[in-house]
Each structure stands twice: as structure tokens, then as C-alpha cells.
């Protein structure tokens, strides 16, 4: 039997709301990650150099939404461990990122803030500091901008990789003995052999050198991915644009334009 997976991503301005009690309606996302259990393991093997004695030292995040800056993210217990919020109710949409420990009690705490802006730099905040433009935190690796990198609070450094349109985003350290990612996306897959199509949902992989900057790898990854969705969209839209615009032909005869897309326009 062939599988055929799908990846998908949701566009930001898709807002659906993540169930109001915590760990309410999360059986389903959490029993998909268990048919997905070999999809899980072949990605969790390129974070390990393919060696699967190490498998069982990654940890892997479900996110309950597609929409990284609207979702409550979930443990290997289905329990929810962080929660990724808009607030639009002030001058500027606010991102507010709250950790829960224990996993799934009381409100949470507030640990990371994203402001948006249309024009200039998203400004951030990580862990009560001040809040910064977000390009002077995650800086571009010279005139390449599919890569950012940051530092921790020890001034350890790490770059984000997989900017660009199309792309998964994947951590990596410079301290890393090997060049592989400590932490990687897979996006929300679809398997379309089964009716109906099996759902498989955005998870994030976490090597155990991943896990000791947890909060600031889940912090960076939704930052960046809003970007690269809303960079991703304009492409596509101005890929659509053009292919309207060569769909455009002049006939020789009238010197009259129609669209291929549109009707046959007329001939004489």
C-alpha cells in the first residue's frame, strides 16, 4: 500500500479558537499522533543520525492548531504544556505565550510576548525582559535571509534555518557535534490512502540539547513561523498574479485581450 502524505499549512488569518478547558477535545489529536507513530519516528531519526537507540530521547510537541500563533502545544501525555494566544483587543495584536507547570493546571504563566506591526519589526519580550524588535534578537546570517540566529541567556549560539517558502523550520547549535538540527517542524500532514483521509498533526521535535532552551525554541519557532507563512503567502500570491497575467493573450487579428481563465474571448 503507498501512503501518500500531504502537508498543509494554515494561514495565519485563520483564527479558529483552541478548546476553552485545557485538556478537553485533545483525545482525537493525541490518538492521531499515536497512528502516526512511524511518521513520528522518521522524523525523529534525522534529529539523531539515524540511530535508533537514540529515538527515545526525543521529545515531541503536538500542536492542537495549525496556526502557530493560536494553539495550545501538548506533551507525550496530551497534556498542555504551553498555549500560544492572540489578543486583538488593544492598539496592536498581541501574541501572549504561556507555560503551564504541571502540564495542564491553573491559568498559566505569561513567559513571552510577540507585538505585531505591519510596516517595521515585530517586537518581542522573552522571559519579563524588555521588549526588542524581533530582527534585533533573531539576527539575519549576512544577505542570506532564510537563516537567523540568536543566543541564550549562557551566550550560546544557535540558527534557525528553513526561512523560506516551502520550507520546515530546524534549529541548530553551534556547540552541536554534528551538523544535524537539535529541534525540527513537521508541518500538518494528511494521509490520503485512508477514507477518510487521516490527520496527522504539526509537531515539533526536540533533541535533549534542545529541551534544556525548551521555552525559547518553542518561543522562536512560532515568532518565525508567522513570518514565513505571511512571506509564503505573498509569494504564492504574487505567483497566482503572474500566472493570471501570462494566461493573458493578445490575438493578432483584433488586438483584443482576453483571458484563458476567464472565456474565449472572440475571434474574427
Known amino acids: 500500500m503507498v501512503i501518500i502524505l500531504k502537508e498543509t499549512d494554515t494561514p495565519l488569518n485563520t483564527m479558529a479558537a483552541p478548546s476553552e478547558t485545557l485538556n478537553d477535545g485533545l483525545v482525537s489529536t493525541a490518538e492521531t499522533v499515536t497512528n502516526g507513530e512511524q511518521t513520528v519516528m522518521d522524523a525523529a531519526e534525522t534529529l539523531v543520525d539515524g540511530d535508533p537507540s537514540q529515538r527515545s530521547t526525543v521529545t515531541v510537541l503536538t500542536f492542537t492548531n495549525d496556526n502557530p500563533n493560536n494553539t495550545r502545544i501538548l506533551n507525550?501525555?496530551?497534556q498542555v504544556i504551553y498555549e500560544v494566544k492572540p489578543d486583538f483587543t488593544g492598539k496592536r495584536t498581541m501574541t501572549n505565550f504561556r507555560r503551564f507547570n504541571p502540564p495542564g493546571s491553573g491559568e498559566g504563566e505569561v513567559f513571552g510576548v510577540l507585538e505585531w506591526h505591519d510596516t517595521f519589526s515585530d517586537k518581542i519580550s522573552f522571559n519579563g525582559g524588555e521588549m526588542v524588535k524581533k530582527s534585533n534578537f533573531f539576527k539575519k546570517s549576512g544577505l542570506i535571509s532564510f537563516v537567523l540566529r540568536f543566543k541564550d541567556d549562557q551566550g550560546r549560539k544557535?540558527?534557525?534555518?528553513g526561512l523560506g517558502s516551502g520550507l520546515q523550520l530546524a534549529l541548530h547549535a553551534e556547540d552541536s557535534p554534528n551538523k544535524l538540527p537539535i529541534a525540527q517542524f513537521q508541518k500538518t500532514r494528511y494521509d490520503h490512502s485512508?477514507?477518510?483521509p487521516t490527520h496527522f498533526p504539526a509537531q515539533l521535535f526536540l533533541t535533549p540539547r534542545a529541551v534544556e532552551i525548551q521555552d525559547l525554541v518553542?518561543?522562536?519557532?512560532c515568532v518565525l513561523e508567522k513570518d514565513r507563512r505571511i512571506n509564503e503567502t505573498s509569494s504564492q500570491n504574487r505567483a497566482d498574479i503572474s500566472k493570471m497575467e501570462g494566461q493573458?493573450?493578445?490575438?493578432?487579428?483584433?488586438?483584443?485581450a482576453h483571458s484563458e481563465g476567464v472565456g474565449g474571448g472572440t475571434r474574427r
Do not use: I, N, Q
Not at 544557535?158 to 534555518?161: A, G, N, R
Not at 493573458?248 to 488586438?255: A, E, I, K, M, R
Open 248 to 256: 493573458t493573450l493578445v490575438t493578432s487579428s483584433t488586438g483584443r
Open 76 to 78: 507525550a501525555d496530551r
Open 158 to 161: 544557535y540558527t534557525w534555518k
Open 194 to 196: 485512508t477514507d477518510p
Open 218 to 221: 518553542v518561543f522562536g519557532f
